[in-house]
């Protein structure tokens, strides 16, 4: 089965660290979201991007994060720098062109301990 | 504005019981998607299901199946004979747009379903 690889799987950093999360979407798919899951905010979208182009990005903090797409291959999250409230699981997810009965396919997430 | 409500936060059942976990959501695109996806314990989100506003069937896999009611806003799920496995949160989704302008999930906050021995 075709899948989303997020990594690291885990990461554990100190306060003021810039930390980066890196997705690789499925070959093929044209669309990639990033989803931050906190118990108090469920799942937020931060930004999504549509054939490498950022589409919507309006739920990320400006300040401190950025989305990029360098090639169709990985898409980047970064946090500069990083924050104890940004302790959460960041899930990307990719999705294909066009109509499809197969729904957006999720990454097993990066689980961030901002201490 | 889209919005996706999942009333039962905890649900709780017995094995073999069958449960039913609600989604009522609102939009006002006439083109829309509805999904269900599963988060087990080990926190990866697995898709289950997806259905576009045009089809009001109901869909049955397995021991799932899910009602779609577009007279009442609702896209429920209901496992039938539940298993110790089916223990998850359980979250419904909503995305408006088709083809290649469908966009961004928006998700409600989740069932958590216990299925006990």
């Known amino acids: 089965d075709a899948r989303v690889t997020q990594t690291p799987r885990d990461k554990v950093t100190e306060m003021g660290q810039e930390v980066t999360m890196r997705c690789q979407p499925i070959l093929g798919h044209n669309t990639v979201f990033w989803y931050r899951q906190t118990m108090m905010q469920g799942l937020e979208l931060l930004a999504y991007?549509?054939?490498?182009?950022?589409?919507?990005d309006s739920g990320m903090p400006k300040d401190r994060f950025s989305a990029e797409m360098p090639d169709a291959t990985l898409a980047t999250l970064k946090i500069q720098p990083s924050e104890p409230r940004d302790s959460a699981v960041y899930f990307c997810?990719?999705?294909?062109?066009?109509?499809?009965?197969?729904?957006?396919?999720f990454g097993s997430g990066t689980r961030l301990t901002v201490v | 504005a889209q919005k996706v409500t999942q009333a039962q936060t905890e649900i709780s059942v017995v094995e073999k019981e069958d449960v039913t976990l609600d989604c009522v959501y609102e939009t006002r695109d006439t083109t829309y998607y509805l999904f269900w996806y599963k988060q087990p314990p080990s926190g990866e989100l697995v898709f289950l299901i997806r259905?576009?506003?045009?089809?009001?069937q109901n869909e049955i896999s397995g021991r799932y199946s899910w009602n779609f009611q577009k007279s009442t806003s609702s896209f429920n799920f209901t496992i039938t004979a539940s298993q110790v496995v089916d223990s998850a949160v359980y979250f419904c989704?909503?995305?408006?747009?088709?083809?290649?302008?469908?966009?961004?999930?928006?998700f409600g906050r989740g069932t958590q379903l216990t299925v006990w021995p």
């Open positions: 259905r576009n506003s045009f089809d009001e």
């Open positions: 989704a909503l995305s408006v747009g088709r083809g290649s302008t469908l966009g961004r999930l928006y």
């Open positions: 991007f549509r054939n490498r182009a950022p589409l919507d």
């Open positions: 997810a990719s999705g294909p062109a066009g109509d499809s009965s197969y729904g957006y396919t």
